[in-house]
């Protein structure tokens, strides 16, 4: 073989190389974008987005949810932990207050304050504590109808609550410490949610939301009690327990299985959905709210949608208007409490005076905030 043709060879065979290797780069630049775009590792510009603006939203909120506020010409309301009147162990009322407040300023809506009312008159030896976590103040000049008559009563108490200091030496103090609550897209209902079980881990009582309108003395029935929404749901709007015992087992389960499995971007998870399911695997064992016993169930009962939810979620606007006054008057005659549920309420009004059953139990049952509501509760 001649030089020349041993050079074009050669040649030949660099060419040939730099061809397979340009098609490997090729078939490897396919293969990573095919590998890229699978199902399992999809980069999805919108969740990176979305996580950013989840951790942006944590921020601001850990500082609303802390005393940042400078001077404020009024004063703070005292913590519930360290005030010299406490909570009595196994015998007071809780409401959680959690939206943020970024003005500091004490809020209440009239509808709220009812709630708060109605549990304070139905009920006057019992003491209500009404706790803000947002740091809150009461205005020197206060100015708010609603609030000044809640401060008529001696058993209501306006606490503030921190958050980090409430949870610290509970089961649920190290999950809390992380923040990762604060990431929820809806944190004041999982909020309430949480709060609700950290509270009755530490003193027992009786937990009520403030969309519920109390309707006669909550500890006519001995504790150790929750609703039932229906045959295969309970309900945590009301929640009453003791201070001890196999109930504090209860609440300490839940409150484990909450911090064990939060969903930040699930609304219903947290709540009833959670408890239902803690009662129905780990508790009582059964599937229907029927059989959900004191001896099922660790010495708590479930009693039947009557007692605390009288009225469906979907049927809640019976509530307001004047055409369904008796069926709804019906049904929450013999009840202790009825839900307003907010979620699909909130923007429904009652105007003070005209006629509907939750007309009648308010000026019944919180008649001082009826008084003073305005036009509208």
Known sequence: MSFQDSKKQKSTSKLTKAVLFHIFLVSLGFYYVKFLSSKEYTINIEDIELNQLRTQRANESVKCYQDNF????????????????????????????????????????PRQACAIESAAFNNPTVDVFVLFASPTYVPNNLDSSVIKALLKYKNIFLRNNNLWIYTEDTPAGGWFRGESIFRSDFLTTHLSEFMRLVTLWRYGGIYVNLD??????????????????????VGNAVINVDDGGESHNVVATILKHFVENFKGDSLEHNGAQQITTVLKEKICKVNDTQSMTAEQCWGMDVYPSRTYYPIEKENARYLFEEEHISEAMEVTYFTLTVRLWDEVTKDSK???GSVSALGLHAYSNCPRIYKSAGAYL
Not at 76 to 100: N, S, Y
Request: hydrophobic share 35%; proline share 6%.
């Open 212 to 233: 519920v309108l109390v309707l006669d003395d909550l500890y006519y029935f001995p504790p150790n009690t929750i609703g039932a929404l229906d045959n295969s749901t």
């Open 70 to 109: 400078g001077e404020i010409d009024g004063k703070r309301l005292q913590e519930v932990l360290t005030a010299a009147r406490q909570p009595k162990i196994g015998k007071t009322i809780f409401f959680h207050v959690t939206e943020c407040n970024p003005s500091g300023l004490i809020t209440l809506t």
């Open 350 to 352: 009652y105007k003070v």
